[in-house]
């Protein structure tokens, strides 16, 4: 059974510094992996979607990595703001099966 | 294009009750997937419907139980509650070809007291 782990667990961080979300999976034959952002109480919004085939992809401040055979994927946040504190989840589908597994998350915190 | 929209948004219910929570898929997919999110926890699966049949089911017992109608909409319907099944009820689309992408829906709140 796929397991995802994100470390660290919470983090909090000043305005405008650089940051790295870690998630690991255990099992290296996924499909693709996604990531999320889920404000307190809120519904999860897509962030970026990573085929197994490609090694990143990029959305203005972000940049998602993906190590298939190492299991590990990295969201790094560039310029962190304010408006960035959230939860970040990570989630994987695997080559069989439709549904995704989930990391627990981790809380970031951007002081202004 | 209109995104994935639940009903309703909060719910409170009493143990042994039951429970009919809905969700409206994104315009053009035709794959529902329902996930329950405790406090401080990941989203675990509950089922997937693609085509109006269940497409996959995590380890939730019988009395988690779905529909997907040939508009692709959904609905859970969960039976005699227990209080372990206070949580986020989140909703996902996606098109069953390509990306798989899913699209969620802001959740609806579940209390069972």
């Known amino acids: 059974k796929q397991e995802v782990t994100q470390i660290p667990a919470a983090l909090s961080v000043p305005e405008g510094e650089n940051l790295v979300l870690n998630c690991s999976f255990t099992?290296?034959?996924?499909?693709?992996l996604q990531w999320f952002r889920q404000d307190p109480g809120k519904g999860l919004t897509s962030l970026l979607l990573i085929q197994s085939s490609q090694r990143e992809q990029t959305s203005g401040r972000l940049n998602a990595s993906l190590d298939k055979s190492s299991g590990r994927s990295t969201l790094y946040i560039a310029a962190s703001q304010p408006g960035d504190s959230a939860t970040y989840l990570c989630a994987v589908r695997p080559v069989e099966g439709g549904q995704f597994y989930f990391g627990t998350g981790t809380s970031l915190t951007v002081i202004p | 294009e209109t995104g994935v929209t639940q009903s309703p948004t909060h719910l409170i219910k009493t143990r042994g009750q039951q429970v009919t929570l809905r969700c409206s898929s994104q315009s053009g997919h035709n794959t529902v997937s329902w996930y329950q999110q405790a406090l401080g926890q990941g989203p675990q699966f509950i089922f997937q419907y693609y085509r109006e049949e269940e497409n996959g089911r995590g380890n939730f017992p019988p009395r988690f139980s779905g529909l997907q109608f040939p508009n692709y909409s959904s609905e859970l319907n969960v039976n005699a509650l227990e209080l372990d099944d206070s949580a986020l009820y989140l909703c996902?689309?996606?098109?069953?070809?390509?990306?798989?992408?899913?699209?969620f829906g802001p959740g609806t709140r579940l209390t069972v007291t």
């Open positions: 996902a689309s996606s098109f069953a070809r390509g990306s798989y992408e899913q699209y």
């Open positions: 099992d290296s034959a996924i499909y693709n």
